[in-house]
Structure formats: C-alpha cells, structure tokens
C-alpha cells in the first residue's frame, strides 16, 4: 500500500482528545481507586440488626457483634453503628475484623493509618486498650494498641498508624480490633466510622490507590469524566448528590449506587477535583438532569430544584468565594482557587429519555449557558435526535459493539455534517464477538483482547482524521475489580494487591502518548479494509507521528512518501499478538508494547504485524 502524506495541514487536533470515562462501577471507586481500605467502613445504607448490615466484617472469638441504629449516633448521615459485646467468660482477642476489598495489600514499606469513632452506651470501669492489627490466620503484622476507656460515653475518635513487619503475598489479611477477652468481658462499647488508609497518590489525604492512580496517569488523559454514566443515577431517588459528596466523612451518608454496591461517596466532588489536579487533567463534570428510568423522568415544573442543585455544584467547582456560598465551602475545605472546568454535560444517556429531554434540556442548558456562559455544555440524547433548544453545541455518543463493528465503522465520523456541533466519543468499546446479542454474555469479553484492541484502534483512527469535530474520546469502563465486577470488559482491571493494563489500555495510551497538534491528510485507507493509519504532527516537539493500525491476520507492507524531510534515526512502537490473547490476572503480560528504533527516510517502508497497532515516530530536521 502506498500512501502519499500531505505537508499541509487540514485539522488541529484538538487538546481534550484522548481522556478517561469514570464512575464507581465494577468498584471502581469504592473497593478501587479510592484508597479506603476498609469495606462497609461505616455501616452506611444497610438495615441495623441484620446479618447483612455486617457485611465484610466477622466476629472474632466468642465475641457478639451487631449494627445497630444508635440512640446517639455519630451524625445524622450516619445512624448506625457497630455493638461489640464481649461476654462472660471469653478469654484471649474478642473481637472483630474487616476482609477489606476482597483482600487487603499488607506490605512491610507502608505505613497505614487507622482510625475509628468508640463510645460505651454505659459507663463503665473498663480502663484498657484495643489491640488494632493487620493479620492472617492469627499472624499478625502489624499491631497497635489503643487505649480504650469505659467513661467514655461520647464519641471520641481514636487513630493509630501500623506498620508491617513483612509483606505477605497473599491478601487475604483483616484489619482486626480486639480486646482481652478476661479484662473486658462484659463490656459493651460502639463503634462507628471506621478507615484504613495506605499511603495516597501524591499524598492526598482521603486519597487514591498509588498503583491505580499511576497506571491512569501514565495513560497521559487529558479529562477525566465523573461521576458517571450510570451511577450518575437513574432515579430521583437513588441520583448523586454533590452537596452530600463533601465535608467531613462523618456527615457524608453514601448512597446505593447504580451498579448494586453501597457508595461510601468517600470519592465525593472534592475527591474527584483533586484527582483532576494531581493528575493535571481536566475534568467532564455530569449534573444530574433529572432523567429516570421507564420514562418517569421529572416534569418540567419540578426542575428548578435540580437546575440550583447543577449551578451549586459548578460554583462549588469554579465559583467565588467572596460571592457563592458554595464556593466559600470549598474555599474552608482547603480549596480558594477555582478548579479547571470547561464542559458540563447535562445528564447520561438521555436517549432512554429523550422525549424529556427536550424540556430538560432546554431548562438545565438555557439556564446554566446563562449562568455560566464560559462553559461548554453537552447534550447526551442522539445528535438531532429529537431536535433540541437551545440547540446543542455539543453531544455525547456511546457505542459498544463487536471489533468488526469498529473497522467497518472506522468512517463512522467522515460522513457527519460539518455544522458546528462538535462531538465527544464519552463511551465506546468493543465488548463481544457476538454481534446478534452485543450485550448479552454468549461471546462478551471478560478481558479486551488483541482482535478487541485493534478494532477499537481502527475507529480511533477515525477520530484524528475526523477531529475537526471529534474534540474528546474516551474507552469505557475505565477499571475492573476482578473480585467484584458488574460489567466486562473494562480498561484497567486489579486486585487487592495488582493491577492488569489490558490490551486496550496500552492502545489507549499509544494513541494518547503519541499526539500530535495537527493532523495531515493522506492516502484514505480503504473503506471497511483492514489497514488504517493516520498521520499528525507535533509543531512544538517537532515531530512526525504515523499511527497504525493492522486488523489483518497477515502482515501489511506499506510505503510512506512524505512531503518534507525528516532525521533517519526514529522510533516505532507496537502493541500486537494472536487476536484471542488477553492481559489477565493469570496472563498479566501477555501483550505489552515493544518500541524499536526504526530508520526513516522521506519515503520509507513499513510492515505493520498481523493484529497490530504501531505508533511509528519521526523527528523533522
Ligand atoms: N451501559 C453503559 C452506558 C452508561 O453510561 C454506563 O454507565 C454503562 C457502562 O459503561
């Protein structure tokens, strides 16, 4: 194939193009990047008295554990507690123990800080201590001791820092609190509040999971969308909440998220800020635009509540503190300045109710562009589908298919009208092999696979020679807790202890790391072939970067004639293998990307391996 470069260029490519999808699904957040440790940490959204209120954490010798609705709980959002009874005639550690996530990651190089909230509903003698560990089978770690007094009868927060001795292999390790069953028989205190934090990326307090938060930041995204997709929430009743997502963790009540796990709301819209500004990445805000499922959306006369609830969660974002009551909160959480922000989306997926839409739109979108007129505000039902006022500059497509549906769609952008609307590729991935049931789980991945991977490269080549509207893409799900997942395949799967880039990850981060400013027209690929390739240049470092993209089971010869010379010595980068194979946690390594120094010439050749994706770099003279 020869393909003729043109030294003109037709397109900036734009600076948000290649980013990241979030929202706490498959424990993405809780039991994922946020680093608490410690599952069902404070009882939140469970039944008191109930075996099931208890979930992740056991009793440990003889003693009686129960959650209970306090008389006095520790603040409203949090009504419940934990009861320890330690009876009779226990002797030895009576307690209790916490399994973390599915694991907990003990490691000898850390220090971990614990915390929790006790009070005796009675006053009592008892004047001794909590023995706090991170354990296995009775071996313990890590171990502190904790003072513990019977007169206390008002909350009191105690904290301790543990650090390993050794670092087992294994994660099955329980953060454990006890007492000596023969000085505190009898005793019955409460707990409430508990956490377990490791160290933080960057050292945020409240923060994430160092190994998680790197493998993102090295994918070089440059927005990070929150809080959801789906979890933004469905119903009235169960919708994210910003308001109750900030301030101290005691007064934030969690929520059953959408994907069937308790959300601590630990991340909350702070959280989610900072990780923007660790990770120097600029946010895509959702406000919940009243949208529910089976067509019960708000009526338009009950929106004015949810419209303020949207405009106090941007000045709790941008506002100033000297005029907005919530950018002021934000400013006394640590905050003054304004966050980045630029683009707002309005709802998710709003094509499952787009008739509403037509008037929620209308009323989120006329009211906040006025609020708000240096935003940028994006549409989610289908583009002119319905027609919508005032029209939208922007819309958000999500697409989830089988990889062929990726390379025969690979032009899927060429064919949209050039009137203005720009478009964000929010969600897209290639999720099964079985294109009659798509979402079904008869040929669903569990993992992306090379053949997986590749297709997605051919549509996200579509997006650089389209990215004269295409101003952000992103792949979704973005992470996968492989102990507790909901959906499959995702970007990024982990375990308590390690985390598994997959094969789409690395194309992700090929595409990502290897931008350029503009993008040059050549040869078009063929129509529903299986060789795509893209070239761009990067006017500040002055180099040349060639995207390939080979769905073919043989290898691609190719020739490049440039219209412009560039240095001999350049690189190449490939991520490529037989097209079944996946990166899993038994096979974590299977695919990763290779970089060879590779030789260039103003016309040059290059074979793109069978089921590849190669990112070729050359310098200009
Ligand atoms: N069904 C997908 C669409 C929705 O926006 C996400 O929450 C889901 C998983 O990525």
Request: proline share 6%; aromatic share 14%; charged share 15%.
């Amino acid at each position: 194939t020869m393909i003729m470069v043109d030294g003109t260029a037709s397109h900036a490519i734009p600076p948000l193009l290649y980013g990241q999808m979030f929202e706490d699904i498959n424990h993405s957040g809780d039991g994922g990047i946020y680093a608490e440790l410690l599952q069902n940490r404070a009882f939140q959204q469970v039944t008191p008295n109930t075996t099931a209120a208890l979930y992740a954490w056991s009793a440990i010798n003889g003693a009686r554990i129960n959650v209970i609705a306090d008389p006095s709980p520790i603040s409203s959002a949090l009504p419940n507690s934990l009861q320890l009874i330690i009876p009779q005639g226990t002797s030895g550690q009576v307690g209790f123990g916490n399994e973390g996530y599915y694991g907990i990651q003990v490691n000898s190089e850390w220090t971990y800080n614990a915390s929790f909230y006790y009070k005796f509903s009675a006053a009592s003698a008892f004047d001794g201590a909590a023995t706090v560990t991170l354990q296995s089978m009775g071996e313990a770690y890590a171990t502190a001791s904790v003072p513990i007094s019977g007169s206390q009868t008002a909350w009191k927060q105690v904290a301790v820092s543990l650090t390993p001795t050794s670092s087992p292999a294994s994660t099955a390790n329980n953060f454990t609190v006890t007492f000596d069953g023969s000085n505190a028989a009898g005793q019955t205190i409460d707990f409430a509040m508990f956490s377990l934090f490791p160290p933080t990326f960057k050292d945020r307090e409240n923060g994430l999971r160092i190994d998680l938060a790197t493998t993102l930041s090295e994918m070089k995204p440059s927005f990070f969308r929150l809080p959801g997709g789906n979890n933004l929430g469905q119903t009235w009743a169960t919708r994210w909440q910003w308001n109750v997502t900030v301030g101290p963790l005691i007064n934030r009540p969690g929520r059953m998220g959408d994907w069937g796990y308790v959300n601590t709301d630990g991340l909350g819209l702070l959280e989610y800020m900072y990780l923007c500004e660790d990770m120097e990445i600029e946010p895509i805000m959702a406000v919940w635009a009243g949208y529910s499922l089976n067509d019960e959306s708000l009526p338009e006369d009950e929106l004015a509540t949810y419209i303020q609830a949207a405009i106090d969660q941007i000045n709790f974002v941008i506002g100033d503190p000297a005029t907005n009551e919530y950018a002021a909160l934000r400013a006394s959480l640590g905050h003054p300045d304004p966050f980045r922000l630029t683009y707002v989306e309005i709802g998710n997926e709003d094509f499952f109710g787009s008739e509403s839409y037509i008037y929620r739109w209308k009323d989120f979108a006329g009211i906040l562009r006025a609020a708000f007129p240096h935003l940028r505000f994006i549409a989610t039902t289908y583009p002119f589908n319905p027609i919508l006022n005032p029209a939208p500059e922007l819309y958000d497509n999500h697409v989830y298919s089988t990889p062929d549906y990726f390379v025969e769609n690979a032009f899927y952008y060429d064919a949209y009208e050039r009137n203005g609307t720009y478009y964000f590729q929010g969600e897209y991935a290639a999720i099964s092999t079985n294109a009659a049931d798509v979402f079904g789980s008869l040929g669903r991945l569990m993992y992306p696979t090379v053949q997986s991977s590749v297709g997605e490269a051919a549509y996200m080549i579509g997006f650089e020679r389209n990215a004269d509207i295409v101003f952000a893409t992103s792949y979704a799900p973005l992470l996968m807790n492989v102990a507790n997942y909901q959906w499959s395949p995702n970007l990024v799967a982990f375990d308590a202890s390690r985390v598994y880039p997959s094969t789409s990850y690395y194309a992700q981060q090929l595409f990502s790391t290897h931008r350029g400013t503009e993008y040059l027209p050549s040869t078009l690929p063929t129509y529903n072939g299986t060789l795509y390739w893209s070239v761009t240049r990067n006017t500040t470092l002055r180099t040349v970067y060639i995207k390939v993209v080979n769905y073919d089971a043989a290898p691609a010869s190719m020739t490049f004639a440039l219209p412009f010379e560039v240095a001999s010595a350049g690189l190449v980068t490939v991520i490529t293998g037989s097209a079944d194979t996946s990166n899993s946690p038994t096979t974590p390594d299977a695919v990763v990307p290779t970089t060879f120094k590779m030789t260039f010439a103003q016309t040059f050749n290059y074979t793109a391996p069978a089921y590849s994706v190669s990112a070729l770099t050359a310098y200009l003279v």
